[in-house]
């Protein structure tokens, strides 16, 4: 293999290896009665890229695709359902206040404005509790698991690769014991 060629994919390697490995989505979930509460959080989805484009007057948008899932030995995972939650940050250049608007699955769920970045931040990027499932349906003393995918908007970065890079992704197991 030539040289160029050589360096070429070590490079690609490296890119890709530093964007997949530099941040993960840290998910818990917790199976209750009635309802698989997840926790979920991006502790370094808050980047100064990100930042900038927040402050910048732009609506910055953090989505993260929620899905329950049952996994099998011979065939693709089992979907059992999914949620969406997402956090909308805009700012305020006259006053210098943050709003920032959290849905879930399209409904407003929570809108605070504050003129404190740490919070927003933890707005955006931290959930806890969120009853996003229910449990009717999954089978008692079996293994399920939660996967979050991340993904930012506006996305401003270039990319060696011709598809999207969506995301971070994060999942947990949990078994579903019934009380």
């Known amino acids: 293999m030539p040289r160029s060629k050589r360096l070429l994919a070590a490079l690609l390697f490296v890119t890709l290896g530093a964007v997949v490995g530099a941040q993960q989505v840290r998910v818990t979930p917790l199976a209750l009665a009635e309802r698989v509460l997840v926790s979920f959080e991006v502790p370094d989805a808050f980047t100064d890229e990100m930042r900038a484009s927040i402050e910048s007057g732009l609506n910055t948008s953090f989505t993260y695709d929620v899905e329950l899932r049952r ?4 065939w693709v995972d089992r979907l059992i359902s999914s949620a969406r939650v ?12 943050y709003q920032v608007t959290v849905t879930h699955d399209g409904r407003v769920e929570q809108t605070q404005v504050t003129p404190d970045e740490g919070e927003v931040r933890a707005l955006a990027t931290a959930f806890h509790r969120l009853p996003l499932f229910g449990t009717r349906g999954l089978e008692p003393n079996a293994e399920y698991y939660v996967r979050v995918r991340a993904r ?20 947990a197991r949990f078994t579903f014991i019934p009380r």
């Open 152 to 171: 930012t908007s506006p996305t401003s970065h270039w990319s060696l690769v011709p598809w999207e890079r969506a995301s971070l992704l994060g999942s």
């Open 71 to 74: 996994g099998t030995t011979l």
């Open 86 to 97: 997402s956090a909308t940050v805009q700012f305020d250049n006259l006053t210098r206040l």
